[in-house]
Nanobody, 115 residues
């Protein structure tokens, strides 16, 4: 089981920025893909961004052009840079990884955007 620990959440103003981190207990070269999801109160968990072992990235339409997913192979960490934040970005952000078809989730970090 891969362990994931998210950090970097907090309170931001509309139009502000935050960078989330997800520390992975495994060598990220062993992972097929790494993802960020989010879940707002009373809503279903939704996909935010993905980065695959090839380096290809994918984003939800709602964050495209504002959020950037990246990874640091040496630190076994995946990041989510969030710019131009909106109130609707308020949610718990969770990291997920895929290793050989087995998925692991982190506990999440709260992001609150105030207007």
């Amino acid at each position: 089981q891969v362990q994931l620990v998210e950090s970097g959440g907090g309170l931001a103003q509309v139009g502000g920025s935050l960078r989330l981190s997800c520390a992975v207990s495994a060598n990220i070269f062993s992972l097929n893909a790494m993802y960020w999801y989010r879940q707002a109160p009373g809503k279903q968990r939704e996909f935010v961004a993905a980065i695959y072992s090839s380096g290809i990235t994918n984003y939800a339409d709602s964050v495209k052009g504002r959020f950037t997913i990246s990874r640091d192979n040496a630190k076994n960490t995946v990041y989510l840079q969030m710019n131009s934040l909106k109130p609707e970005d308020t949610a718990v952000y969770l990291c997920r990884v895929d290793r050989a078809g087995r998925f692991s989730w982190g506990q999440g970090t709260q992001v609150t955007v105030s207007s």
